[in-house]
């Protein structure tokens, strides 16, 4: 409600006009204690992922898009098959031997060293949405491509709402490659004028009701978002 998706979405229009590619990874409401969620759903739209399709479908789909972005699959399937919980047949994969720690850092480092090679092919910007939903886990990830991905043509757009610093204090912020843009709301005056802009593109200048109503609804609905704030 505060503008960050309309100021994201003019950023990403700016891009597809330069012809930048352009990803987006959601985060949810419903999944924020799901294990890498945002990731997960990501990576299944990047293969091409079809809900419902047999794992060994999906084993392939996953091997193709490796293929595809000339990525090691002796390197890479074991441990992003685990982060998709797709069974592996015997014997095609040398298995990993990991603890749970080892296995996260493995699988966050085939992740940036993925996405970091499709940056090295051509520039892009990755946009992540609704951050503050975001698991720890997910958290940790961002963290280890922000420290990963050197100077490379990468821009990583995130949107969060305060709660996720309330939940990481300081989260990314000792970061060089981080930079923290705090949205303020508009101030009466400028939605007022926000307002009337918007009438007059709607055609509505010189209907003084029309003018009022939208112009008390404004005023409620700061007023509702204000509340909600506290």
């Known amino acids: 409600g505060i503008g960050k998706s309309a100021l994201a979405a003019s950023l990403l229009a700016q891009l597809r006009e330069q012809g930048v590619p352009r ?3 959601r985060c949810s409401a419903f999944h924020t204690s799901s294990a890498m969620f945002p990731v997960i ?10 809900a419902g399709e047999a794992p060994e479908t999906e084993l392939a789909r996953l091997e193709a898009r490796l ?13 992003l098959a685990s982060l998709l919980e797709v069974p592996l047949p015997e014997g095609r994969y040398e ?20 996405q970091i090679a499709a940056a090295e092919r051509t520039p892009m910007a990755v946009l992540w949405e609704d951050l503050h939903w975001a698991d720890d886990g997910s958290l940790d990830f961002v963290r280890h491509l922000l420290q990963q991905h050197r100077d490379l043509p990468l821009l990583l757009v995130m949107l969060a709402r305060p709660a996720l ?12 490659r981080h930079r923290r843009i705090d949205v303020s709301p508009l101030s009466d005056e400028a939605s007022n004028q ?19 109503a939208m112009l008390t609804a ?13």
């Open 67 to 79: 293929t595809l972005d000339a990525m090691p699959l002796d390197q890479f399937v074991p441990s």
């Open 218 to 230: 404004s005023r409620v609905f700061k007023e509702i978002r204000g509340e909600a704030a506290k």
């Open 165 to 176: 610093f309330e939940r990481r204090a300081g989260w990314a912020d000792d970061d060089p």
């Open 194 to 212: 926000l307002t009337e802009v918007l009438l007059h593109l709607l055609g509505y200048v010189g209907a003084p009701l029309v003018r009022e």
């Open 95 to 114: 298995p990993l031997r990991l603890t749970p720690q080892q296995l996260k850092r493995r699988i966050n480092d085939d992740l940036a060293e993925w």
């Open 23 to 25: 990803a987006s990874v």
């Open 41 to 50: 759903e990501h990576v299944r739209r990047v293969i091409g992922w079809v």
